[in-house]
């Protein structure tokens, strides 16, 4: 029998060093994968029932602690869907703001995944310090400045790169000065610079052949690329509203994961994050990204996942770019408006690094959540995931046990899930015949 044609289980017991608990399983049986499970098994957090009873102003707040990595994105959901609720229009210039700081959110976890996560896997190595050691160190320190620029912009709106406390419902506790955003212009100006040639560096990587024709979702907001708020498009459907999402899309639990997995109604699994984006909004990226993605190799749509490293350097140079756009036409926002308690309910949404986040509440007369619900990327993206991961190794039985390893793990990072924030998780184990 050839090796293509083999039984082979491959088993992940767990999944070591990452951002909660998982494992994997592929069993192949004739040639053919009869199964795959992407299996999380961390505990739930239950931060929805946490919520319940606080005061709708506490959720930006209480709901940044989900992720250390990514606390804007669930700040600025947070704050939309309350201000949606309430009826409370936001001045132009504080959305400027929190545009401002979202883009340092971008480039901090982009700069992450890239150089330090997922570079590794296309160059060879176990981890990113092995990488530097061996030669590297340069792309790595390209790396820490990137990330760096973004945690000093998130710092200096936020008042702290990790967990920010400036953003409120309605605005910002305090305005910046437009003096103050001057010196992190600077860092900015560096970190496009050195993305120029990183986006240049992502696309000379050796990528497998791979093609999925998964629907892509995204927010749309008008001529700009995605970052908050605008409608949902899809590469299959017109846009919808915040307010349309749970009727259209679908979260279901399944035996063997405590994430829920999320599908439309009727046309299936979908991925949101850097693909969706780009292949969505590529026309609203700036000459200098859409001249430095399509020199890299890119086409207007990218639909090989193993390219993700291409588009997040692409999304960082925008982001950088974006950035110091922003600081040049900045203008200090007024005070937040004040609230006033009513019993309403409102959903909002933004584009964090890894894609769409969602929130709903519903809040009492007296300002109380009655009820909340947050659909985060990672559970939008795990079904996808596996049936990507089908696919593959359907497609790469013929490789033998460690390069189908190694190329299992590209596979499951190039979606950059909570799960799969470490340099080297996957701990497999092939079982023949």
Same mark, same amino acid.
């Given at each position: $029998?050839?090796?293509? !044609?083999?039984?082979?289980?491959?088993?992940?017991?767990?999944?070591?060093?990452?951002?909660?608990? =998982?494992?994997? /399983?592929? &069993? @192949?049986?004739? =040639?053919?994968?009869?199964? @795959?499970?992407?299996?999380?098994?961390?505990? +739930?957090?239950?931060?929805?029932a946490l919520l319940r009873g606080r005061r709708a102003t506490d959720a930006p707040d209480i709901t940044s602690r989900i992720c250390g990595i990514c606390p804007i994105a669930y700040q600025v959901s947070a704050c939309a869907a309350i201000e949606s609720a309430l009826g409370i229009e936001v001045d132009d210039r504080a959305l400027a703001l929190r545009r401002l700081i979202y883009c340092g959110e971008w480039l901090e976890s982009h700069a992450l995944h890239v150089f330090m996560l997922h570079a590794p896997d296309f160059l060879g190595y176990d981890g990113a310090i092995e990488m530097a050691r061996d030669g590297h160190a340069e792309l790595f320190e390209r790396g820490l400045k990137i990330k760096r620029a973004g945690n000093e912009l998130m710092a200096l709106v936020g008042g702290r790169s990790v967990h920010p406390i400036n953003l409120k419902v309605g605005g910002f506790h305090r305005a910046l000065g437009t003096e103050e955003l001057r010196p992190v212009a600077e860092s900015l100006r560096s970190a496009r610079e050195e993305l120029v040639e990183a986006v240049a560096w992502a696309g000379g990587l050796s990528f497998p052949e791979r093609r999925i024709e998964t629907e892509f979702a995204a927010l749309g907001n008008g001529d700009g690329y995605p970052i908050e708020g605008g409608a949902l498009h899809s590469s299959a459907a017109g846009p919808i509203g915040p307010e349309q999402f749970e009727h259209d899309y679908l979260e279901s639990q399944v035996p063997h994961s405590t994430a829920l997995h999320s599908s439309h109604r009727e046309? =299936? /699994?979908?991925? %949101?994050? +850097?693909?969706? &984006?780009? =292949?969505?909004?590529? *026309?609203?990226?700036?000459?200098?990204?859409?001249?430095?993605?399509?020199?890299?190799?890119?086409? &207007? %749509?990218?639909?090989?996942?193993?390219?993700?490293? @291409? %588009? &997040?350097? %692409?999304? $960082?140079?925008? !982001?950088? *770019?974006? !950035?110091?756009?922003?600081?040049?036409?900045?203008?200090?926002? +007024?005070?937040?408006?004040?609230?006033?308690?009513?019993?309403?309910?409102?959903?909002?949404?933004?584009?964090a690094p890894r894609g769409m986040l969602w929130h709903r509440y519903e809040i009492d007369r007296e300002g109380l959540i009655v009820s909340a619900r947050i659909v985060p990327p990672t559970s939008q993206n795990q079904a996808a995931i596996e049936d990507d991961l089908r696919g593959f190794v359907e497609a790469n039985l013929g490789l033998g046990d460690e390069q189908l390893q190694w190329q299992c793990e590209q596979a499951v990072r190039n979606y950059d899930p909570c799960i799969s924030c470490s340099t080297h998780f996957l701990k497999l184990r092939i079982d023949r015949g």
């Open positions: $029998m050839s090796e293509s !044609a083999e039984d082979r289980t491959i088993k992940v017991g767990e999944l070591a060093r990452v951002e909660g608990e =998982g494992a994997l /399983h592929v &069993r @192949v049986r004739d =040639g053919s994968v009869e199964d @795959v499970r992407l299996e999380i098994f961390e505990p +739930p957090r239950f931060f929805e046309r =299936g /699994h979908y991925i %949101v994050g +850097p693909l969706a &984006r780009y =292949g969505l909004g590529f *026309d609203r990226l700036p000459p200098l990204a859409q001249e430095a993605a399509l020199g890299a190799g890119l086409d &207007r %749509v990218c639909r090989n996942p193993f390219q993700s490293i @291409v %588009v &997040r350097c %692409v999304e $960082m140079l925008f !982001a950088a *770019d974006e !950035a110091l756009r922003l600081i040049d036409a900045y203008e200090p926002p +007024p005070p937040a408006p004040p609230l006033e308690p009513a019993a309403a309910a409102g959903c909002g949404w933004s584009e």
